[in-house]
């Protein structure tokens, strides 16, 4: 499969070839077309590609580790933002503990299993892993309303705001859930 990346360079490269001979270069004499050309723009395409496919072969333990660093960094700055009480530690301690994301490795089928199955026993799996989800982000949005109606009216706008961003998905595809908190409740 080609990247983004590859398919702009590709696209660049044919564009520059179609400018390069109907454009001012016509009146040149034709050059024998070289085969390091090609490849040049294939080893750069690769090497653009490289940070991002480094990314996706990084080790899950590793790339487990590396987000509950994260995670923990933006709940430690959260909790500095809201200037909690003493009175309000066992509610953030009950929050902060409810949308912890689940422990290991989330189980994967591996496709070829997959796709042995028949139509609708894909669908029941689908259903069950929906219904596994659903339930998880219940669980995730009660402890936000609790901790919730346990800040102050400028700590709940606090937290609006720095939680705003945890429902939208413009970060690689994550949703809120992988950000250890859904998206703050509305006000009613």
């Excluded at 590396?66 to 200037?83: N, Y």
């Amino acid at each position: 499969m080609i990247s983004l990346r590859q398919r702009i360079v590709w696209a660049s490269l044919l564009g520059s070839a179609a400018i390069a001979s109907s454009g001012a270069f016509a009146q040149a004499p034709a050059v024998a077309p070289s085969a390091a050309a090609p490849t040049a723009a294939v080893a750069q395409a690769d090497n653009a590609a490289a940070p991002k496919a480094q990314h996706k072969r990084m080790d899950p333990a590793q790339r487990m580790e590396r987000m509950k660093e994260h995670r923990a960094k933006r709940l430690a700055a959260l909790k500095e933002k809201l200037k909690l009480t003493s009175a309000q530690e066992g509610a953030w301690s009950t929050y902060t503990s409810a949308t912890q994301p689940p422990a290991g490795p989330r189980p994967h089928m591996d496709r070829a299993e997959f796709a042995k199955l028949t139509t609708p026993q894909r669908l029941e799996r689908m259903q069950a892993r929906q219904a596994e989800r659903s339930a998880m982000f219940a669980k995730r949005a009660e402890a936000t309303k609790t901790f919730y109606a346990a800040l102050t009216p400028d700590q709940q706008k606090t937290f609006d705001t720095e939680t705003a961003h945890f429902g939208h998905r413009g970060h690689r595809g994550h949703d809120g859930a992988s950000h250890g908190a859904p998206a703050a409740p509305a006000k009613s």
